[in-house]
């Protein structure tokens, strides 16, 4: 399980956590891109390659029997964060098509460029799978 941390008196975030305590096997998602898994990008676009970019963070926890509902952490990184500001309402549509009304510890940063020219944003994910206890 993962409990949710807030601050009494503090304002509720919208559209993530200040803090999420877990227990159970950690998965730590390295930096993914908007990129297909033929490492292909299909747009240039900031919203599509989000929502891409999310779909290759729950297939990298698939692969180890994690889901968008065991992240606890995601840290952000986008080349314009004017764009990312503009567009929040259409990257929020995308994030809760991908991941669901889920929402771990966050950040976001801008950076000058990623290591794949093409891509304007990259995401890390750290997720917890709860420990399965038999009685």
């Given amino acids: 399980m993962h409990e949710t941390l807030q601050p009494p008196g503090w304002a509720s975030p919208i559209g993530y956590a200040n803090g999420v305590a ?14 297909n898994a033929q490492q292909q990008f299909e747009s240039d676009d900031l919203v599509d390659q989000v929502r891409q970019t999310l779909a290759n963070i729950v297939a990298v926890l698939a692969a180890g029997g ?17 764009d ?9 549509r995308a ?8 929402f771990p510890a966050m950040a976001l940063v801008q950076v000058v460029r990623l290591v794949e020219p093409r891509a304007k944003v990259e995401i890390q994910a750290t997720a917890v799978v709860p420990t399965v206890r038999t009685r």
């Fill in 22 to 35: 877990a227990e159970g096997r950690t998965i730590h998602v390295g930096g993914q891109v908007g990129w």
């Fill in 95 to 102: 994030y809760r098509d991908v991941i669901g009304r889920h």
């Fill in 66 to 82: 994690a889901a968008a509902e065991h992240i606890v952490s995601l840290t952000w990184y986008v080349t314009d964060i004017e």
């Fill in 84 to 92: 990312y500001l503009a567009r929040q309402k259409e990257i929020g």
